[in-house]
DNA sequence: ATTAGGG
DNA sequence: CCCTAAT
C-alpha cells in the first residue's frame, strides 16, 4: 500500500471551490450548508493562533467535570434497569472491551520516528507524506520569510511527475517566497521564532518525518518562484523544506479594493505574546457556539453581529470575513475550546486531524504575491503553524501482535492517509473561505489582527483506495472500542492542556478517540461513496480484521469537521446498525433514546441519542412508503416490518406505562428471540 | 442532559 | 442532520 500511486496523478488539485463536492443527499433540501461537508474526513486542522509567540503560555480554563460527574450519579440509578435488559453477549462484550488493549500514544511513541527513517529511505512514501510535510514547513517559511505565501497547485506540476516528482509536485508548491537568499534573510530576522517551531511545534508531523532535518534547513532551502515548481530533485530530506500550500492560502490578490481596511494599516507589533488558543470545553458549549457563528453567517455576519464582534477599525460593509478577531478572542477562545473537549467530542472528536497549531501575528500583511501586490497593501500576514497533528487513527491490533508489526502498521496508516492527498482549506472565525481569488484582506486576515482564530484543514484528497479487507460492524463489534486508540498526539506542545483529564497517559489526545463504530464507515465503503461525498475524502486503510497476527489500522476519518459551524458529514446507517437500533428498540421502546443509545451504540460516539431517534423516525417513515420511494441502502422489509411493530407497540404502550410510572418494570413483549 | 418534534 | 423548546 506504501507504493501506491495516486490514482489521479495528483490533479486533485484543491478542491474546486465552487464545485464542492456534497453528499447526494436525497433528500435535497438543505442546499444551503452543503459546501461544508465538502471540507470533511480528513481533515488536518490547523488552527491559527492570532498571536503568537505565547507558546508557553499553556493556562487554561480547564473544563470542569464536576458537573457531568454529578448528572452522571444522577443516573446511575436511571440507567440501572437498561443494564438488567442487556443480553448476556451485550454484557460480554461490553467486558471485552474494556479488557482491549488500548494502543497509546505513549506505545507508539517511537513509531513516527521509525516512519521517518522508512519515508527517508523509500522515496515512494516520501511521496506520500509529501503534502504534509510540506504543509508544515509552509508555515515556517512563511513566518521566516514575514512574507506571503504564493504557491502554485500541486497538480499543476505533478503530471509527469513519477510518484517522487509527485511528491515534487504537491510538494513544490512553493512558496512565494523567491530567493534562498531572501529566505535566509528572512529567517534570520527572526531565528527565534522560526527555531522554536522547529524545534518545539512542528512536531505532529515532523516527528513522522524526520524533524532534525527540518530543523536543520531553513525552509529557503528549496524554495522558489512562486509561478514555478521547484524541480522534485530533492527528494528525502529536501522535500521536507519544500513548502506547499494550495489554492486557500494562496492568494494572488487581484486587487486592493479595501479601503475599509483602515485597520490593515499599521503594522501590529508583536502583541499577543501570550495568547494561546486553548481547545477544550464542553462541546455542547461549542455547538451552542458554532450554532451561533452558524447563524450570524447566515444572516451576514457583520450585520447581525454586535459592534464588539466586528473588526473595529474596519467597517463591516461589504466584508462578511471581517470579523474581527481581535475582538472576538474570548469568544474564539471558548468556541476553540470547546472543540477538543476530550469527554464528550462525538462528533468534533472525529475530526480527521485536527491541530495544526499556529499562531499569527499581524505584523505586516501584504496580500498578495510578490507579482501582484504593490503600494497599499503592501503587509505582510505572518501565519505560524506550530504544528499540525496526524488525524486520528484508529488500530486493531492483536494483543500477539509484535511491536514491529504495529509500528509498521503505523507507519502504513499514516503512509494512507498521506498519499491521499490533502487540500487546504481557509477558515476565519469558523468560517470557511472558499473564494480562493479573495484577498487575505478582504477576507479579514490583516496584520493588524490578532489573527487567532484563522483555521487551516487538511483534507484528504481524491478517494482512497478502499481497504483490502472490510469488516462488518460486528466483527468491529468485537473489538472494543478501547482498542484503538488516537494515533495522533505527536504534538509536543501542550496546546490542550486540560485534555488530560482522565487518561493516564501523559500525551492526551485533544480529542477523543471514536469508538469502532467509527469504523462502520469503513465497512460500508460503497454506501459512503454512494451517499455521501465526504466519502471520497475518507481515507482507508486496509483492515484485516484477522487474528492472525495481522494489524488493522483504520486512520479515522473525520465525518465532521471541528471547526465551528460545520455540519456533520453524513454517515448512513448501515444496516447492521439499523438491525441494532431496532432491536434496542423493541427491547426498551420509544422515547428513552439514551438508554437505547446506552443499549446499542455506547460506543459509537458519532451516533447520539437524537441520531437514533431521527433515525427511527426515518425508519417509521420509511417503512410506511413504498420500497420504490425509498432510499440510500435498501433496508431488510424484515427489519422495517420490525420497526413497524415495534413503533405500534410503543407508541400503544408508551402513554400507558409512563401513567404508571413504572417505566421498564414492564419489558416488551415483542422482544425479538 | 434528555426528550420530542419541526425543519 | 440540525435546531429548539420543554423538561
Redo the contacts with the bound molecule.
Keep these: 500500500m506504501v507504493m501506491r500511486k495516486r490514482p489521479d496523478g495528483g490533479s486533485r488539485g484543491r478542491r474546486a471551490a465552487t464545485t464542492p463536492r456534497v453528499p447526494n443527499s436525497a433528500r435535497g433540501?438543505?442546499t444551503t450548508?452543503k459546501k461544508k461537508d465538502d471540507m470533511c474526513a480528513f481533515d488536518l486542522l490547523a488552527t491559527v493562533a492570532g498571536t503568537l509567540l505565547a507558546d508557553q503560555d499553556n493556562s487554561d480554563n480547564v473544563p470542569n467535570t464536576s458537573?457531568?460527574a454529578k448528572?452522571?450519579n444522577k443516573?446511575a440509578v436511571k440507567e440501572e434497569h437498561d443494564d438488567e435488559i442487556l443480553p448476556l453477549k451485550d454484557m460480554v462484550m461490553a467486558k471485552d472491551r474494556r479488557s482491549g488493549c488500548v494502543v497509546s500514544s505513549g506505545g507508539i511513541c517511537g513509531i513516527p520516528r521509525q516512519a521517518n527513517n522508512r519515508l527517508a529511505e523509500n522515496s515512494l512514501t516520501i511521496n506520500e507524506a509529501g503534502p504534509m510535510l510540506e504543509s508544515l514547513t509552509v508555515k515556517s517559511n512563511m513566518l521566516a520569510r514575514d512574507s506571503f505565501v504564493s504557491c502554485t497547485r500541486p497538480s499543476e506540476t505533478s503530471r509527469d511527475l513519477g510518484i517522487i516528482p509527485e511528491f515534487g509536485a504537491h510538494g513544490t508548491l512553493l512558496h512565494g517566497s523567491s530567493s534562498l537568499a531572501e529566505a535566509e534573510q528572512m529567517h534570520q530576522a527572526e531565528p527565534k521564532v522560526v527555531r522554536k517551531q522547529a524545534d518545539g511545534h512542528a512536531v505532529g508531523l515532523h516527528g513522522l518525518v524526520d524533524s532534525a532535518d527540518l530543523d536543520a534547513r531553513p525552509p529557503a532551502l528549496v524554495s522558489s518562484d512562486s509561478s514555478s515548481c521547484v524541480p522534485p530533485c530533492n527528494h528525502d530530506k529536501e522535500h521536507q523544506t519544500t513548502s506547499f500550500c494550495r489554492g486557500e492560502v494562496q492568494y494572488a490578490a487581484d486587487r486592493d479594493d479595501d479601503e475599509n481596511s483602515s485597520g490593515c494599516t499599521h503594522p501590529s507589533t508583536t502583541e499577543d505574546k501570550s495568547y494561546k488558543p486553548q481547545y477544550l470545553g464542553?462541546h455542547?458549549i461549542r455547538?451552542?457556539l458554532?450554532?451561533k457563528v452558524?447563524?450570524t453567517a447566515r444572516n451576514k455576519i457583520c450585520a447581525g453581529i454586535p459592534s464588539r464582534k466586528i473588526c473595529g477599525g474596519r467597517s463591516s460593509k461589504g466584508s462578511k470575513l471581517n470579523l474581527c478577531s481581535k475582538k472576538i478572542p474570548a469568544t474564539r477562545q471558548k468556541v476553540q475550546r470547546t472543540i477538543f473537549k476530550k469527554k464528550?467530542l462525538p462528533?468534533h472528536a472525529t475530526s480527521f486531524a485536527k491541530d495544526m497549531l499556529t499562531e499569527a501575528s499581524g505584523t505586516s500583511c501584504r496580500t498578495e504575491g510578490r507579482n501582484k501586490s504593490r503600494a497599499s497593501d503592501d503587509y505582510h500576514v505572518k501565519l505560524r503553524i506550530k504544528s499540525f497533528n496526524i488525524p486520528e487513527l484508529f488500530i486493531n491490533v492483536p494483543e500477539n501482535a509484535t511491536i514491529g508489526s504495529l509500528k509498521r502498521t503505523v507507519m502504513d496508516a499514516v503512509n494512507n492517509i498521506i498519499q491521499g492527498g490533502l487540500r487546504v482549506g481557509v477558515l476565519l472565525q469558523g468560517k470557511d473561505i472558499q473564494d480562493d481569488n479573495k484577498t487575505l484582506r478582504q477576507a479579514g486576515i490583516c496584520h493588524d489582527k490578532k489573527l487567532n482564530n484563522i483555521d487551516f484543514t487538511l483534507e484528504c484528497e481524491g478517494g482512497q483506495d478502499s481497504p483490502s479487507g472490510v469488516v462488518t460492524p460486528e466483527q468491529m463489534d468485537l473489538l472494543s472500542a478501547d482498542v484503538v486508540e488516537p494515533l495522533a498526539r505527536l504534538k509536543r506542545e501542550e496546546p490542550f492542556p486540560e485534555t488530560g483529564g482522565d487518561d493516564n497517559q501523559q500525551h492526551i489526545p485533544p480529542y477523543r478517540s471514536r469508538s469502532l463504530s467509527d469504523l462502520y464507515s469503513v465497512a460500508h465503503p460503497v454506501e459512503m461513496a454512494s451517499q455521501d461525498t465526504s466519502a471520497s475524502s475518507q481515507a482507508i486503510v486496509p483492515f484485516a480484521p484477522s487474528d492472525d497476527g495481522a494489524l488493522a489500522i483504520v486512520p479515522h476519518c473525520n465525518?465532521?469537521r471541528s471547526e465551528t459551524?460545520?455540519?456533520?458529514?453524513?454517515?448512513?446507517?448501515t444496516v447492521d446498525e439499523v438491525a441494532m437500533l431496532v432491536e434496542a428498540v423493541e427491547l426498551i421502546g420509544?422515547?428513552?433514546?439514551?438508554?437505547?443509545?446506552m443499549h446499542a451504540f455506547e460506543h459509537a460516539e458519532?451516533?447520539t441519542?437524537?441520531?437514533l431517534?431521527?433515525?427511527w423516525?426515518?425508519l417509521v417513515h420509511t417503512a410506511n412508503i413504498s420500497p420504490q420511494e425509498r432510499r440510500g441502502v435498501p433496508v431488510p422489509q424484515e427489519l422495517l416490518d420490525r420497526v413497524l411493530a415495534a413503533q405500534a407497540y410503543w407508541s400503544q404502550h408508551?402513554t400507558k406505562l409512563r401513567d404508571k410510572t413504572r417505566g421498564k418494570a414492564s419489558l416488551p413483549a415483542i422482544c425479538p428471540a
Excluded: E, I
Aim: net charge positive; glycine share 6%; aromatic share 6%.
Design positions: 433540501k438543505r450548508r458537573g457531568a448528572s452522571k443516573k464542553n455542547r455547538k451552542l458554532a450554532s452558524r447563524k464528550k462528533h465525518p465532521r459551524g460545520q455540519r456533520r458529514t453524513r454517515m448512513p446507517f420509544t422515547g428513552r433514546w439514551r438508554a437505547v443509545k458519532h451516533r441519542y437524537v441520531d431517534k431521527d433515525k423516525k426515518t408508551q
